[in-house]
């Protein structure tokens, strides 16, 4: 990849340049494992005060972080570093940009049908949608413009991929369902398998499978992590908001409905019928009961287990899920009982 002067850096983040302009850089490391003509990333006091071991040949700072954490003898007056340091008010955002611009291009993709893919005659796929080897597109289904579905990818009848949507390779799309345009699903995802459902016999020596005759509507700008699993509703469409992003290894059941631009964690586990306001946020392995509500906005801790509904800009951790405030004094009355080593029990 080619270098960049960092002045050109300050520039594109949008942030104040303190120290030589002219220094190349090539590439983004770790401040731990940075050498010469490698930029690095300070978001904190504990990590600039790092900065001076490091190798790297230049630094975006966080504003917040002080400067004099970085440069030793750093005189406000007149400020100044041996070193470029652009300061910056999010060092994430800003990192995001820099990766946009040391990313490798994409690969050019051929539009059109591969020859190994089977294709319905009754499907509607667009001239200058990109169909790879292997997949399988239904009677019935539609393909949008700019669509690419990577290798055996499977899009059942009557489901409809929209425009320029990306779908990695072994990924599923079943019967009438439907994914917006813009939209990211990795390996592995399963969009509309049947919910899991179950009713005991009348017999009462097995069970009856509940039928699912619904749909799954996923919105536009969603991105869905590898092996994570939308299930169809019992009836009606199972939804994602727009600009929802999903984790791998996310289980959604049947009949849930994700507001705009939530984030579902790793091993989030949504049972049927939940609904989470805009802008829900899900820490990895926390899950919600059937039927529950999480209002818009709300943070669910990871590892939390929300058994009722929760109000709209609240934070809860914990089993059951409570306020964060309580749970952690909750946590913090039970580290002092486990120091008192038991010495309050009768007869002690």
Request: aromatic fraction near 4%; hydrophobic fraction near 40%; charge should be neutral.
């Amino acid at each position: 990849m080619s270098g960049m002067r960092c002045d050109e850096i300050a520039r594109l983040v949008r942030g104040s340049l303190l120290g030589p302009g002219e220094v190349i850089v090539d590439r983004i490391e770790t401040l731990d494992q940075a050498g010469p003509g490698a930029l690095t990333f300070v978001r904190s006091s504990k990590f600039g005060r790092r900065w001076a071991s490091s190798g790297a040949s230049a630094a975006v700072v966080t504003r917040d972080v002080p400067l004099a954490d970085l440069v030793p003898g750093f005189d406000p007056a007149s400020p100044a570093s041996p070193r470029p340091l652009i300061i910056v008010p999010d060092a994430d955002l800003a990192l995001i940009a820099m990766l946009q611009r040391f990313a490798p291009p994409e690969p050019a993709v051929p539009t059109g049908v591969h020859p190994t893919a089977v294709v319905d005659p009754s499907a509607r796929v667009h001239q200058n949608a990109s169909i790879g080897p292997l997949c399988v597109i239904g009677a019935g289904a539609v393909v949008h413009e700019g669509a690419r579905l990577e290798a055996q990818v499977f899009v059942g009848a009557g489901a409809s991929i929209g425009a320029r949507t990306l779908i990695r390779p072994n990924a599923s799309i079943m019967h009438a369902c439907v994914i917006g345009h813009d939209c990211i699903l990795h390996s592995g995802v399963v969009i509309g398998g049947d919910g899991f459902g179950f009713h005991p016999s009348p017999d009462e020596r097995g069970l009856v499978k509940v039928p699912h005759i619904g749909n799954v509507v996923v919105g536009n700008h969603v991105e869905i992590g590898a092996c994570s699993c939308i299930d169809r509703a019992k009836f009606g469409s199972t939804t994602v908001g727009d600009g929802t992003k999903i984790d791998n290894l996310v289980q959604v059941g049947h009949g849930c409905r994700i507001g705009r631009c939530c984030v579902l964690c790793g091993q989030v586990g949504l049972a049927g019928s939940v609904v989470l306001g805009d802008g829900v946020i899900m820490g990895g392995q926390s899950g919600v009961a059937d039927s529950k509500e999480v209002g818009a906005g709300a943070r669910v801790g990871g590892g939390a287990g929300v058994t009722g509904n929760i109000e709209r800009g609240a934070t809860v951790m914990g089993m059951p899920a409570g306020p964060a405030g309580e749970w952690r004094r909750i946590y913090a009355a039970l580290r002092r009982l486990g120091r008192r080593g038991g010495t309050d029990r009768p007869g002690a």
